[in-house]
């Protein structure tokens, strides 16, 4: 079965560089959400669009913005980069509605020297 | 404020036992919770699901029960095999804001 795939996988950058990240949904998903993990940490939250609208918002900087195209496909495009930026990031599709389970793509690892 | 905990950091179990991974949360909005799965260099791999309405459900090795009332899940895998050795993410959304909130993960190591 098709799953959801994000690219680059790695990433590496430099400081006040900017960087697109781009994940493809799962066919017939609607809902993407973008999910950053920091090293030790649990994934957190950033920012999730349904039907190319932006849905809800988590702890997503200002620097950053995403956006969610025709295609279904999505891009978390980051600016200004930091060194505390650096992690791993991971997209989620759905389908829409209640109780629909996220599914992942391996993620993003982007490192900032 | 971690609103899904999963208090213990790694668990043990030889192969063919039962496995218990245990999660709480705090927040009385949240009425979804899953398990993941993630392994190295990979993203969290969907496991079983259950909603509030239900206090179990079951899916070949794996069950999960939900006790809303003390705020607490469990993921009950039987029996363990080595290939289960991976860490183990609980997670829960709310109807309300369909974000996943994760706990903190338990690595489960399955010896032969």
């Known amino acids: 079965a098709a799953g959801v795939i994000q690219s680059p996988r790695h990433l590496i950058k430099e400081k006040r560089e900017t960087a697109t990240l781009k994940c493809y949904p799962i066919?017939?998903?609607?809902?993407v959400y973008w999910y950053q993990q920091g090293p030790g940490q649990d994934p957190q939250f950033l920012i999730s669009?349904?039907?190319?609208?932006?849905?809800d918002k988590g702890s997503i900087p200002d620097r950053f913005s995403a956006q969610q195209f025709s295609d279904y496909h999505s891009e978390l495009n980051m600016s200004s980069l930091e060194l505390g930026d650096s992690a791993l990031y991971f997209c989620?599709?759905?389908?829409?509605?209640?109780?629909?389970?996220?599914?992942f793509g391996d993620g993003t690892r982007l490192s900032i020297l | 404020d971690q609103q899904v905990k999963q208090n213990s950091p790694s668990l043990s179990v030889q192969e063919g036992r039962i496995s218990i991974l245990n999660c709480d949360y705090t927040?009385?909005?949240?009425?979804?919770f899953l398990w993941y799965k993630k392994y190295p260099a990979e993203g969290p791999t969907f496991l079983i699901s259950?909603?509030?309405?239900?206090d179990k459900n079951e899916d070949g090795r794996f069950t999960v029960f939900l006790n809303k009332s003390a705020k607490h899940l469990s993921l009950h895998i039987v029996p363990s095999q080595p290939g289960d050795s991976a860490v183990y993410f609980c997670?829960?959304?709310?109807?309300?804001?369909?974000?996943?909130?994760f706990g903190t993960g338990t690595r489960l190591l399955v010896s032969p």
């Open positions: 989620a599709s759905s389908l829409s509605g209640s109780n629909q389970p996220q599914h």
């Open positions: 997670a829960a959304s709310a109807t309300s804001f369909q974000k996943l909130v």
């Open positions: 066919p017939r998903h609607d809902t």
């Open positions: 927040n009385s909005m949240f009425d979804y």
């Open positions: 669009f349904y039907e190319k609208m932006q849905s």
């Open positions: 259950i909603s509030s309405i239900k």
